[in-house]
């Protein structure tokens, strides 16, 4: 399915937190010195990309999220990620099940959002909602 124009920002970036993700598993099957390295990345990630990935979706996106159910896991998704994240911030002391936890909630996200809330979206917001969503992205930076 093609997406949106508005929301093709938001599915880039998506992409990025899938890498992340990927790092992040492969990383826990590996020595604690690679451990280090994928969560000082995905870190970097974090601060960079990813958290205010998430704040501009919380500003831009949830008030037009329909059903409540969509609008309730949004919310509680991206307060686990918060929470795991402030977690993994000594990169050193992270384990194997910290980073492979870090890395499925992570993934499992993006996923849901690409294939049902961003789809939901996509069906019941009309075209000048959807445009006024990417106009509202485009100003917080995406």
């Known amino acids: 399915m093609k997406r949106h124009p508005s929301l093709v920002p938001l599915s880039h970036d998506h992409h ?10 492969l990383a826990a099957e590996r020595d604690a ?11 970097a990630a974090w601060r960079g990309q ?4 998430l704040d501009r979706e919380e500003r831009c996106l949830l008030p037009y ?5 969509h609008a309730a896991r949004l919310v509680t ?6 929470d795991l994240a402030r977690a993994a911030s000594d990169p050193g002391t992270v384990t ?6 870090l890395a499925e909630r992570l993934e ?4 849901w959002e690409e ?17 006024r969503i990417g106009a509202a992205l485009d100003e917080r930076g995406t």
């Open 16 to 25: 990025h937190g899938l890498v992340q993700a990927r790092r992040l598993r």
């Open 33 to 43: 010195g690679a451990r280090t390295r994928a969560v000082q990345d995905f870190a």
């Open 50 to 53: 990813i958290a205010p990935h």
């Open 65 to 69: 999220v329909t059903p409540e159910a």
């Open 77 to 82: 998704d991206h307060a686990a990620l918060r």
């Open 96 to 101: 194997a099940e910290q980073c492979r936890e």
């Open 108 to 111: 499992s996200h993006i996923r």
């Open 115 to 131: 294939r049902e809330l961003f789809r939901s979206l996509e069906r019941t917001l009309d075209e000048s909602t959807l445009l």
